[in-house]
């Protein structure tokens, strides 16, 4: 017998259970910081060392936190579904649950990749991209994230 698709839609209040600072909400980060200056191609260009410096410390909160029982429970589907989750989210604890057909829409934080070619992507776990990190033809590297102003479907 065929399973039965399931589509699941997950965004910042999944995550945010689990420890992970929601970027919108009250308190979120961008009260604390300026996005343009750290979600965009023109903070990239206008300083690397604070957008790197914001997405390590993004990555350094994800390496402290757990999946919680919302995570737990979508990978307990899988039993019965055949089950695609779609998320807004850049962690990676949808996959830590046990979720194995995950689409993350924003991008992965624990992955970086090339500035000139974004075809070549690294797992970097929950490691630092720091300045002179480069990838194999010699580019910066930075991270995996679908910043404002850039389009989604080439970085898939």
Not at 122 to 137: A, T, V, W
Request: glycine share 10%.
């Amino acid at each position: 017998m065929q399973m039965k698709n399931l589509i699941i839609l997950t965004g910042a209040g999944m995550s945010s259970e689990s420890g992970i600072r929601t970027f919108r909400d009250s308190g979120g980060l961008w009260e604390e910081y300026d996005v343009t200056e750290v979600a965009s191609p023109m903070g990239w260009a206008l300083n690397r060392e604070l957008v790197l410096k914001f997405y390590n410390e993004r990555r350094q909160q994800l390496a402290g936190c757990k999946p919680n029982a919302g995570h737990f429970g979508l990978a307990a589907l899988e039993k019965y579904f055949d089950v695609h989750i779609i998320t807004q989210n850049i962690d990676n604890l949808h996959e830590r649950a046990g979720s194995t057909k995950i689409l993350h829409l924003h991008g992965e934080l624990t992955k970086a990749r090339s500035t000139t070619d974004p075809s070549l992507i690294y797992e970097i776990g929950y490691n630092d991209i720091r300045q002179g990190d480069k990838c194999e033809k010699g580019s910066q590297l930075r991270p995996h994230i679908v910043w404002f102003g850039e389009g989604s479907s080439k970085y898939g």
